[in-house]
């Protein structure tokens, strides 16, 4: 069967109301499939096109719908991982975690000079959060979501309609977020390494 087009991938995007960034990287990566002469036997095209959505959707930092391919169509989200997963080795590319999440939150805040300190905020909550061991079970857009809005707290410029601006960018769900939030808070401040020079008597 034949490479799935630009144009195709294009259209199951908008119909799905995928973001603009991240159907146009997918048409980027079909595009450079088709260069490469790569090919996706037995794969119907719409799963080719779902395929190349959800692996630019990991790279722009979007959750990709799972649940309304799920309700919507008669095609296995299982199939469009694996073929996805197919793509990634074919192109060679590396699929970022929970950062291009984190980058992508704080992208559509519009937060100008404070956006890189928010950002690496988030991203020290994370790390120390996974430390501790309290990040099991998160999605890493939910993890972020919830990084990012903790870190705008801590610097104290959250404002009202940020954590719900973040969960429409990155689809996630706002309740899902607020769990998230509960359990990051109680990494930030992080626990001080205890001082080698003190000695208890």
Avoid: H
């Avoid at 294009?10 to 490469?36: F, Y």
């Avoid at 296995?76 to 590319?93: G, N, P, Y």
């Avoid at 990084?147 to 719900?164: D, F, K, S, T």
């Amino acid at each position: 069967m034949a490479l799935v087009s630009g144009s195709e991938v294009r259209e199951v995007g908008r119909n799905l109301r995928v973001p603009d960034d991240v159907v146009e990287e997918a048409v980027r990566l079909c595009e450079k499939a088709a260069e490469a002469g790569i090919k996706l036997p037995g794969a119907p095209r719409v799963v080719q096109a779902l395929a190349f959505l959800y692996v630019a959707s990991k790279l722009r930092g979007y959750r990709f719908p799972e649940r309304s391919i799920s309700e919507c169509s008669a095609v296995s989200i299982w199939w469009v991982r694996k073929v996805a997963a197919a793509v990634v080795k074919a192109l060679r590319l590396e699929v970022p975690g929970v950062e291009a999440y984190v980058r992508r939150a704080v992208e559509v805040l519009n937060l100008g000079e404070r956006a890189t300190e928010v950002e690496a905020l988030a991203l020290r909550i994370i790390a120390e959060a996974r430390r501790r061991g309290i990040t099991s079970g998160a999605r890493p857009p939910v993890l972020a979501t919830a990084a990012v809005v903790v870190a705008l707290q801590e610097l104290g410029i959250y404002r009202r309609g940020y954590q719900a601006t973040v969960c429409q960018a990155l689809n996630v769900n706002d309740v899902s977020v607020r769990a998230a939030r509960a359990r990051l808070a109680v990494a930030y401040p992080p626990t001080p390494e205890p001082n080698p020079s003190f000695s208890s008597t």
